[in-house]
């Protein structure tokens, strides 16, 4: 079956930058659209943006200064990279699979930023 | 950006009885090129990942229990529990995907 595993610190620095890979099982990171999507601690869901395999990508105006999203099709992983981060950012991040509705996610990853 | 609204935040049903949340967006997520709505649901129970419900509105996901309906077109949206079980305690969200970025409604949290 499909199985999406996260992997990435758990803490972070003020200012430093956020690094998350998604490995996926029982599928091809070339069939399908990722998408990255957080949650602040007791907070609602943010879409942080997706991506297509080809590199076609599409980011939240409100975090595109600072992501990236990025895929390595020889390891079927997915990237999150979040630069400058601060308390702000602090959330569950979870990696997704599809853009039109997301039928498969990641354990997610707790991020704390803090020194 | 589109903004979803959910109604209402919290809601207490008993063990069999009806439960309804409704969704609301600021402009239309009705497609008209392909007559889709571009919205889904999700259950997101304590600790857990969100898990999806329905897409397109009204396309239930796969294993997902039929005593869930997802109804709706245009800008006004409904799930419904036809008979709540223990296990349908849970904050639920719709988003659309008819615009960028997506946006999720704020989540109702329902409690027996």
């Known amino acids: 079956q499909v199985q999406l595993q996260q992997s990435g610190p758990g803490l972070v620095k003020p200012s430093e930058t956020l690094s998350l890979t998604c490995t996926v099982s029982g599928d091809s990171i070339s069939s399908h659209y990722w998408t990255w999507i957080r949650q602040p601690p007791g907070k609602g869901l943010e879409w942080i943006g997706y991506i297509y395999y080809s590199g076609s990508t599409n980011y939240n105006p409100s975090l595109k200064s600072r992501v990236t999203i990025s895929v390595d099709t020889s390891r079927n992983q997915c990237s999150l990279t979040l630069t400058s981060v601060t308390a702000a950012d602090t959330a569950v991040y979870y990696c997704?699979?599809?853009?039109?509705?997301?039928?498969?996610w990641g354990q997610g990853t707790q991020v704390t930023v803090s020194s | 950006d589109i903004v979803m609204t959910q109604s209402p935040d919290s809601l207490a049903v008993s063990l069999g009885e009806r439960a309804t949340i409704n969704c609301k967006s600021s402009?239309?997520?009705?497609?008209?090129?392909?007559?889709?709505?571009?919205l889904g649901w999700y259950q997101q129970k304590p600790g857990q990942p969100p898990k999806l419900l329905f897409y397109?509105?009204?396309t239930r996901a796969s294993g997902v229990p039929d005593r869930f309906s997802g109804s709706g077109s245009g800008t006004d949206f409904t799930l419904t529990i036809s008979s709540l079980q223990a296990e349908d305690v849970a904050v639920y969200y719709c988003q659309q995907y008819y615009g960028s970025p997506r946006t999720f409604g704020q989540g109702t949290k329902l409690e027996i």
């Open positions: 402009q239309t997520v009705l497609e008209s090129s392909d007559n889709k709505n571009y």
């Open positions: 997704t699979r599809g853009h039109y509705g997301n039928d498969y």
């Open positions: 397109w509105a009204s």
